[in-house]
């Protein structure tokens, strides 16, 4: 599906739109051109709750029905184990709707979360 940027992904702020798709029940990618992101849905992994801030509801357009989906970038190691996650900065994609932002969470109020998590944490 292509999902249209309302709020852009840090580092890449002339990004408009990406192609997102699903690689099995834990990845996705998300690629425009030749800038591509492997993302990780971080429920399959850990416990991850965040508040998402009104300024990016309204970006979202989200409604209460709304199919809202939370993704973490992971920059990709060989092997897998030495992968990093980045929970402080996940990616949420109104589905319905297909919009996308990027959300940078205070590192002070998520202490939990690390901005290069190794994956080996959570196999």
């Known amino acids: 599906m292509i999902v249209k940027v309302v709020s ?17 029940d834990f990845f996705s990618s998300l690629s425009s051109g030749d800038i591509s992101f492997t993302l990780i849905d971080p429920l399959k992994i850990r416990d991850y709750e965040f508040e998402i801030p009104p300024f990016y509801k309204k970006l979202l357009d989200f409604q209460k029905d709304d199919n809202l989906k939370a993704y973490c970038i992971v920059v990709l190691q060989n092997p897998l184990e030495e992968s990093m996650i ?16 990027q959300i940078a969470l205070d590192e002070g109020k998520y202490k939990d979360y690390s901005i290069a998590d190794k994956i080996k944490r959570y196999l």
């Open 8 to 24: 852009p992904i840090l580092g890449f702020e002339k990004i408009e739109e990406f192609a997102f798709d699903k690689i099995d």
């Open 86 to 101: 980045n929970f402080l900065a996940p990616i949420l994609i109104n589905e319905d709707k297909k919009l996308l932002v």
